[in-house]
C-alpha cells in the first residue's frame, strides 16, 4: 500500500489547513488547552492529531464540525488501522491511540462550547494499548562500563559524565534534565526539584553521592567556562553557552552507549529504566519508585500515594547501586512475594510504555 497524503508519519511538510470551520475550531480549542495549564507537548499532539483528522475530512468534503458523526470518526479509525508506512509496517496500535485520543478532547470541546448538539466521539472506543516490558534493560556492570567510557579529562567529558549520573540516579525524563534549573539543585541535601514534569506536576526527587560529586565538580569546574555572555540558568549547557537540546543530548548518550560496545536502541531512557529496574531488584517498595517517575497511577485500581521527600531519600540510598562506596547491588536479593513482584511488573510495564522520550 502507498504512503497517503497527509497521513501519520508523512515526512514532508503537509499543507496549510483550509479555511473552514473545523480549522477555525481548532484554533479556539488548542488556546482553549493552554489557557488550562496543558503542556507545550500535549498542546503540539493535540494540534496535530486533530490537523490530520481535518485535513482527511476536507479530502471527503466534510469542512462543519456538525458534519462529523460516529460512523464518520470509525471510518477515520478504520483508515489508520489499514495504513501503511513506507515499510510496509501497520501503525502500532499506540500510534493509532495516540491519533485518536486528541479527537475525543476536541469533540468533547466542541460540544461543550456549543459547536456541536451532542459529541459525536463520546462512544469512539480507542484501541486497547498493552504495555510491554522493555526489550533490553542496562544491567548495572552496563551502566557503569557507559559511565565509564567518558572521557572526563575534558571539559563536555565531565559534563556528560554528569548528565549521565544525574540520569540514572534520578531516573528523570530527557526533557526534564534538559529544563533543569541551577537553582533547583541542592546536592548538599541529595536532591533536586523538576518543575512543570509529565501532567505540569511539579516533583523532588533523591540525587545520590555520586551523582551529586560529579554534579559539584561539574558546576565547579565546567559550567562556568561554558557560560558565555548571559547565563540562561539551565544546568547543563553546549559548548557555545546554550541549554542542551533533546537531539544533541540523546545523540551524545547514545554515542558513550556505542563507544561502550553495548548494541540497544535508545538512549537517556534507557537510564531510567535501568534505574527503576535496579532500584526494584534490590527491594524497593513500587510505591517509592512510582512517586520518584512522577506516575500519578499505574493502573485504574493503583491510588497514587505521596511520599515524603526524607523517606524516599532513605529508600534511594539504600537501594540504588551507584553510591560512593559501592557500585553494585547485592548478589542475594531476597524473594519478593507474588504480589509485590506483580506490582514491580505493572511499574515497570508502565515505565517501558512511555512515549516521551525518542532516545
Not at 18 to 44: K, M, V, Y
Not at 87 to 110: I, N, R, V
Not at 136 to 159: F, W
Request: include cysteine; hydrophobic fraction near 40%.
Amino acid at each position: 500500500m502507498s504512503r497517503r497524503k497527509n497521513s501519520p508519519g508523512t515526512p514532508t511538510r503537509a499543507p496549510a489547513l483550509p479555511d473552514n470551520a473545523l480549522s477555525h475550531c481548532l484554533s479556539e480549542f488548542i488556546d482553549w488547552c493552554g489557557a488550562q495549564g496543558l503542556s507545550a507537548r500535549t498542546l503540539h499532539q493535540r494540534q496535530r492529531a486533530t490537523r490530520r483528522f481535518i485535513l482527511w475530512c476536507v479530502e471527503r468534503g466534510l469542512s462543519k464540525p456538525a458534519e462529523i458523526t460516529l460512523p464518520i470518526l470509525e471510518r477515520y479509525q478504520r483508515h489508520l488501522y489499514h495504513y501503511r508506512k513506507s515499510d510496509g509496517a501497520p501503525l502500532a496500535f499506540s500510534s493509532q491511540y495516540t491519533e485518536l485520543a486528541p479527537l475525543k478532547a476536541y469533540f468533547k470541546w466542541l460540544t461543550r462550547s456549543r459547536y456541536t448538539l451532542y459529541n459525536a466521539a463520546a462512544e469512539l472506543e480507542l484501541p486497547k494499548v498493552i504495555p510491554k516490558l522493555a526489550r533490553y534493560v542496562l544491567s548495572v556492570a552496563d551502566v557503569e562500563a557507559i559511565l565509564n567510557a567518558v572521557d572526563v579529562r575534558t571539559l563536555l567529558g565531565v559534563r556528560d559524565r554528569a548528565v549521565m549520573e544525574v540520569l540514572y540516579s534520578s531516573a528523570i525524563r530527557r526533557m526534564e534534565l534538559i529544563t533543569l534549573a541551577i537553582f533547583d539543585v541542592d546536592t548538599r541535601g541529595g536532591s533536586l526539584l523538576v518543575r512543570a514534569g509529565k501532567g505540569a506536576k511539579d516533583r523532588r526527587v533523591p540525587l545520590g553521592e555520586r551523582a551529586c560529586a560529579w554534579l559539584d565538580r561539574y558546576v565547579a569546574e565546567v559550567r562556568p567556562e561554558l557560560v558565555t555572555g548571559r547565563d540562561p540558568g539551565n544546568v547543563f549547557l553546549t559548548m557555545h553557552g546554550d541549554p542542551l537540546d533533546s537531539y544533541t543530548l540523546g545523540e551524545t548518550v547514545k554515542r558513550y552507549i556505542a563507544k561502550a560496545g553495548i548494541q540497544v536502541q535508545g538512549a537517556c531512557h534507557l537510564f531510567r529504566h535501568a534505574c527503576a529496574t535496579h532500584m526494584l531488584e534490590n527491594g524497593a517498595d513500587t510505591r517509592f519508585i512510582q512517586a520518584m517517575l512522577g506516575h500519578s497511577n499505574l493502573s485504574s485500581t493503583q491510588v497514587y500515594t505521596h511520599v515524603a521527600l526524607n523517606k524516599l531519600k532513605e529508600i534511594h540510598t539504600a537501594t540504588h547501586p551507584a553510591k560512593a562506596a559501592r557500585t553494585r547491588p547485592s548478589a542475594t536479593a531476597p524473594t519478593a512475594p507474588i504480589a509485590i513482584r506483580a506490582e514491580a511488573d505493572a511499574l515497570l510495564a508502565a515505565l517501558a510504555a512511555e512515549t516521551d522520550e525518542g532516545g
